[in-house]
């Protein structure tokens, strides 16, 4: 019972403050807004911003994997600053920082759709948003085979909206 009370707590924090993340990138306070992401890496992963978009997929996949086991939260919640700094960086100007983010980011939402289909967990995030969203974002690119494959995989999937879904915070 501790141990649930504790990763509610945990959850709710992080929830608040990616909600200040973008609510700093709203109020277009772009440099605190970066600063503050950096600063919900370290909290997530133990390692800043840089270091999280200079590894692979793979290997941030890997960090938050255990026992062959995806910790969605602290993935869906590392998607959601990747794609939230892509926005920073597409209104900044820098095309190519926000390419890098949301297409990391679309790579760890179709991860996660992929780690619920494949395991008998009975909760099925609802990413189909998400997942859209960073698609229209990223449609002006040529996608990597990889990430094209996956996102085929993922819009043949079955209707989401029968099965029983949580909802991430946008």
Do not use: C, W
Request: charged share 20%.
């Amino acid at each position: 019972m501790m141990e649930k009370d504790y990763l509610l707590r945990m959850f709710g924090q992080m929830a608040r403050a990616i909600s200040r993340l973008i609510f700093l990138k709203d109020q277009k306070d772009y440099a605190l807004a970066l600063e503050f992401s950096d600063q919900l890496y370290h909290e997530i992963l133990g390692a800043g911003s840089g270091f999280v978009n200079s590894i692979s997929d793979e290997m941030l996949l890997n960090m938050l994997t255990s026992a062959h086991t995806l910790d969605v939260d602290k993935t869906l919640m590392i998607a959601r600053i990747l794609s939230t700094e892509g926005d920073i960086y597409q209104e900044l100007g820098n095309s190519t920082e926000s390419y890098y983010r949301n297409l990391k980011a679309l790579n760890l939402y179709l991860a996660v759709a992929e780690f619920e289909q494949n395991s008998q967990l009975n909760v099925i995030t609802d990413l189909q948003h998400p997942i859209e969203d960073l698609n229209t974002k990223l449609a002006e690119f040529e996608l990597p085979a990889t990430t094209t494959n996956r996102l085929q995989r993922f819009l043949t999937l079955p209707s989401q909206s029968t099965q029983p879904q949580t909802d991430i915070e946008e």
